[in-house]
Every structure is written in structure tokens, then in C-alpha cells.
């Protein structure tokens, strides 16, 4: 879950170079699908996924988006995450939420993100004024409130989506990962430098195996269920 702050809003992502395994171990991939309930609009989405993809990217993990309407074109699998980007949070949900990750009842690792919109687009807006304190005077005006929901919402997904690989209370007092934003987080991004913390990068790389490692386990299963199938071809003609 992410919050904004009290007066000046959201997280301060640390500068901390991730971990030196995941800058020379092989490439991870994970497929994230999206479905976007606010059609957020072409130039704002390519940005948006461009931050949340060189966040990952810094972790040795790459994205691959799959924008869609429900259904999905196939069905997805153990390697697949889930982000719905909806226009308001349901009622209940606190003000300071922008997204959220659902995990298990234990807090184990999930497949499915929500992000507010409606919220993202209100960070947008005020960090976007020329009154916002310590702003000076920099990316301010209305001309700079699209920029700010490209910031906003790429900060949000690579934030919900590290929930989904690190699991429920994974908050962390620097990084993408720290739970309150201020306007130097989307700064941060905005400079290619917000980054999950070297010891978040290799909790990633290892959760993001387990996953790819059970998917290659339910293949080979299914196929070998299939060669000792009763009724498959292999067998009927032994």
C-alpha cells in the first residue's frame, strides 16, 4: 500500500544501487497485465510503464505489459501479475491510499494490484502548483500536470507490484518501497534513480525464480500426465 503524505505527499526513494548479483545475473521476466478501467491516455501510460520498467530493470527483472480489456488474449499464468487501474478507491479506503496489493490471508505473495486514479490525478495536480512548499518554482504550472501523472502513476505501479514479489508489511524506510512520498520521490524518478534497496533487489530475483521454477513444475506435471494418461495416443499404442 502507498500513502501520501501529510502536506507535501508521497515516498522518498532511496539512491541506492541495487544489489551486484542483479546487475550481472541473467535478465528475470515477469508479464504484467493491466486493465485499464480510465483509459489513461497514450503519452501518460508510455511514461508511466517506461519509470515502472527501469525501476524493476535496475532489480535484473524485465517487464513485460500486456494493456487489455477484460478478458486478457490468454490465460494467465504463475508468471503473471495482475494491475487494475480504476477511476476511484472504494469508500472505505483510507484517504491517504493510492494503491493497494492483495496478498493472502497470511500475508503471502499475490498476483493482483489496484491503483486509484482519481487519487494519482490529485498528487498530480498539487504538486503541479506553484504554492506546493519546496517547490521552488521548479516543474510547476499546468503545463507540468501531465508530467506529474506520468510520475505519479509509475511510482505507484513499481511500488504495488513490489508488493506483489516481496509480500504484505514489505514497507521500507528508503527506496521505492518507503511508504510515504514527498516531492522528491517523483523527482527521484523522474531521473531514472528510484530503485528498490539491494537487499529488496535479491528478495525479488528469489521470488521472481520460485515463481518461474513452480510454473516449470506445473508444465512438466501436465505433460506428464498427459504421457500416462490412460486415453493418450502414447499409450494406446503400447
Known amino acids: 500500500m502507498i500513502t501520501r503524505g501529510p502536506a507535501t505527499l508521497l515516498v522518498l526513494f532511496g539512491q541506492f544501487a541495487c544489489a551486484r548479483e542483479a546487475a550481472s545475473a541473467p535478465k528475470l521476466r515477469l508479464t504484467v497485465r493491466v486493465y485499464d478501467f480510465v483509459q489513461v491516455p497514450g503519452r501518460e501510460w508510455t511514461e508511466a510503464a517506461k ?22 488474449p490468454s490465460a494467465s499464468g504463475a508468471a503473471d501479475l495482475e494491475l487494475r487501474i480504476v477511476s476511484r478507491a472504494p469508500r472505505e479506503t483510507p484517504a491517504d ?26 498528487v498530480a495536480g498539487e504538486l503541479a502548483q506553484t504554492t506546493t512548499p519546496g517547490s521552488w518554482g521548479i516543474l510547476t504550472g499546468p503545463s507540468w500536470v501531465e508530467t506529474w501523472k506520468s510520475l505519479g502513476l509509475g511510482v505507484a505501479m513499481a511500488h504495488e507490484l513490489g508488493h506483489l514479489l516481496l509480500g504484505a508489511n514489505s514497507h521500507s524506510a528508503e527506496g521505492i518501497m518507503n511508504k510515504v512520498w514527498t516531492r522528491d520521490t517523483l523527482l527521484h524518478a523522474l531521473g531514472g534513480k528510484s530503485r ?35 486415453t493418450s495416443d502414447s499409450l494406446r499404442r503400447l
Not at 499475490?110 to 486514479?117: S, W
Request: charged content about 15%; glycine content about 8%; aromatic content about 10%.
Open 51 to 72: 519509470m515502472a520498467s527501469l525501476t524493476f530493470q535496475n532489480a535484473g527483472i524485465d517487464l513485460a505489459w500486456m494493456r487489455c480489456s477484460p478478458p486478457c
Open 97 to 122: 491510499v493510492i494503491g493497494l496489493a492483495l496478498h493472502g490471508p497470511e500475508g503471502n505473495y499475490g498476483t493482483t494490484a489496484y491503483l486509484f486514479f482519481d487519487r494519482v490525478e490529485a
Open 196 to 230: 528498490f534497496t539491494s537487499v529488496q533487489a535479491v528478495q525479488l530475483r528469489k521470488g521472481v525464480t520460485s515463481r518461474l521454477s513452480d510454473l516449470a513444475a506445473v508444465d512438466w506435471l501436465t505433460t506428464a500426465w498427459h504421457d500416462c494418461d490412460p
